[in-house]
């Protein structure tokens, strides 16, 4: 506000010279960050360029023929799978949103439950561990964990005279493996915010709805729950814009040729048409079409965000 | 207090027993690789292995730190931390400070802070970034693990709006007494906004100690991969190929199985250490950051 106070009390050359004064060191400030952002998030969208061409590594970005669209006429039309790639990624990332919206609120409102508190701590604690490792990891222990020969899951369903299950080696199973997996790794996580708003629900309309004889799940149903819609509506929104992200780390590091019918998504997709085939013409052109679907649905869920929720960035 | 009904007793003991069940299956399957990894490679093979060490020995984690590979990636990743961890700070520190600002305080707020929320909708996408990176000549430094996400934008966010707390008055009394807006930074904000940037020290740390993939595209040669890059490597093609024959006998010892079990819990372990200690930060993180009014 120092600005403002200026303003009132200084003449107006004197508040002009003043501020950009301030407003110097300010700009001297920001540059190294725009710098850096301008070559490493800007200049990339320089190199879209290329899937307008006909890319050629020894003649680089400035030297090859451009084709127009015909990349991407040759994407949507011809290329092989990529039409499979767009239903699994699709199939995938709903089904993960619609799973990771409801079972942390789900938790949060068990957990909700329980009285003791230091009991609730420590069940917590040990639910968000999952988060803290990287994908890398835990696909390493997912590989062990559920293997079909000396996986420590199928010895159990083999005890119980189940035959085993190829978790990630079958298409059929592949999917729900991806989406049970998040689950897991994320839900303790996402049950933080649901357990802060409901901390901050006046426990007053507890005590008054208990003397009025409210039984625990119409408390649940009548404040509880109107207590984190806020909160839940907020997430519900901006996860939308996550629609093509189906969750590449996780993937990548888990999927096989065996599994490519339904566990080949847009990003794993890229990366091998990209890296695998040296096709980086038509790698950039999928990364355009995502882009550009995503600037939609990113842009349309924080719009609804800050109407609905009155969420804003800044 | 009014006394339970045998509906909400029946509740109770199913809710207990499901949300506990539900928390160690969060713990276990870490508790089982760790018996695995101290285990004899016999016994995890023939899947005897529970949640204790069958046939305890230390052999894996002796052949994984033989490995020169494994130690060298060790070193890359302190590196890439260390690194990683002051560049990041530094530059969303500095702009973070203008960017707290009003309009009428620093003019190109409004445009500027756009130009950088803007990543957060566009991305250039995997072959154009990794072309940019190419270019200016990152590949095969360790510079290509930390310049292109040297500033990032959603914990500028946070810092921005943890700035705006602080309360002006602050700010004018030091301006008043003669401080520049370099000195009003770093001795005024910086040191009141030590809880934030605790939170994000941890991202940052946890985040380049997570972090694989940008190390698999930019380095050649798996020489330079960093930790989790040669872990994710050794998970998707384990090479026993490589070994000479000095490790032929301990490899006698240990099979695939204990040897990825011991390499994977080292690698989770700098995690499992400090966890209990920034729980609280990553915590303070996610309500700083998307619990604002």
């Given at each position: 506000m120092s600005g403002c106070l200026e303003g009132f009390s200084l003449g107006k050359v004197e508040k002009k010279k003043k501020s950009w004064k301030t407003d110097k060191s300010f700009y001297l400030m920001v540059l190294p960050g725009m710098i850096l952002v301008a070559i490493y998030y800007y200049g990339p969208l320089v190199g879209w360029a290329l899937a307008f061409q006909r890319y050629d590594i020894t003649k680089g970005l400035f030297g090859s023929q451009y084709v127009g669209w015909d990349n991407f006429k040759y994407l949507f039309t011809k290329y092989p799978g990529f039409w499979q790639v767009i239903r699994n990624t699709l199939s995938i990332s709903i089904a993960k949103m619609i799973v990771n919206f409801a079972f942390p609120i789900i938790v949060s409102l068990l957990l909700n439950e329980i009285k003791i508190e230091r009991y609730k701590k420590s069940l917590q604690t040990m639910m968000y561990?999952?988060?803290?490792?990287s994908w890398v990891v835990i696909s390493g222990l997912l590989i062990d964990i559920l293997?079909?020969?000396?996986g420590i899951i199928n010895n159990i369903l083999k005890a119980l005279g189940v035959k085993p299950v190829y978790f990630l080696g079958s298409p059929s199973i592949f999917p729900a493996t991806m989406v049970v997996s998040d689950a897991w790794k994320v839900f303790g996580f996402s049950t933080i915010l649901y357990m802060a708003a409901l901390t901050s629900i006046d426990p007053q309309l507890y005590e008054a709805a208990i003397i009025d004889g409210a039984s625990r799940f119409k408390r649940c149903w009548h404040i509880t729950i109107p207590g984190i819609v806020s909160i839940m509506v907020l997430s519900g929104i901006l996860s939308l814009?996550?629609?093509?992200?189906?969750?590449f780390d996780q993937i990548f590091n888990l999927y096989n040729p065996a599994v490519y019918s339904t566990g080949d998504v847009l990003d794993t997709f890229t990366y091998r048409i990209g890296f695998?085939?040296?096709?980086y013409d038509m790698a950039t052109a999928v990364g355009i079409v995502k882009s550009c679907v995503s600037l939609l649905l990113v842009s349309t869920s924080y719009f609804m965000a800050y109407k609905f929720a009155d969420y804003r960035i800044f | 207090m009014i006394r339970k009904t045998l509906g909400e007793k029946v509740f109770d003991v199913f809710n207990y027993i499901f949300l506990t069940a539900l928390a160690l299956s969060c713990v276990l399957p870490f508790i089982h690789m760790l018996a695995i990894s101290f285990s004899s490679s016999a016994a995890a093979t023939q899947g005897r292995v529970g949640l204790w060490p069958v046939e305890f020995t230390l052999s894996s984690y002796r052949f994984a730190f033989q490995r020169p590979d494994f130690i060298r990636s060790f070193g890359i990743t302190l590196e890439r931390v260390i690194l990683g961890w002051a560049v990041n700070m530094f530059l969303v520190i500095i702009t973070a400070y203008p960017l707290s600002k009003t309009k009428q305080v620093f003019k190109g707020r409004t445009l500027i802070a756009w130009f950088f929320a803007f990543t957060m909708f566009v991305g250039g996408g995997l072959i154009p970034t990794y072309m940019v990176v190419t270019s200016t000549g990152l590949?095969?430094?360790?510079w290509a693990l930390i310049i292109p996400g040297a500033v990032p934008i959603y914990h500028m966010v946070i810092l921005l709006n943890f700035f705006r707390q602080i309360p002006k008055e602050i700010e004018e009394s030091a301006l008043m007494d003669g401080a520049r807006q370099n000195r009003i930074l770093w001795q005024i904000y910086v040191p009141l906004s030590i809880p934030a940037l605790a939170t994000l020290t941890v991202y940052t740390v946890v985040g380049h100690w997570n972090e694989w993939f940008s190390g698999m595209i930019y380095m050649?040669?798996?020489?330079?991969?960093p930790l989790q890059t040669y872990l994710q490597s050794i998970i998707t093609t384990p090479d026993f190929s490589l070994f000479d024959t000095t490790q032929i006998e301990l490899l006698k010892k240990i099979s695939n199985k204990t040897f990825r079990a011991a390499q994977i819990m080292i690698v989770t372990m700098p995690v499992l250490l400090i966890y209990p200690f920034m729980q609280k930060y990553f915590i303070s993180g996610m309500t700083l950051g998307s619990l604002k009014g």
């Open positions: 561990l999952p988060h803290f490792l293997s079909p020969t000396d814009g996550n629609l093509l992200n189906a969750g695998k085939n040296f096709q | 590949k095969n430094t360790i050649d040669d798996s020489k330079n991969y």
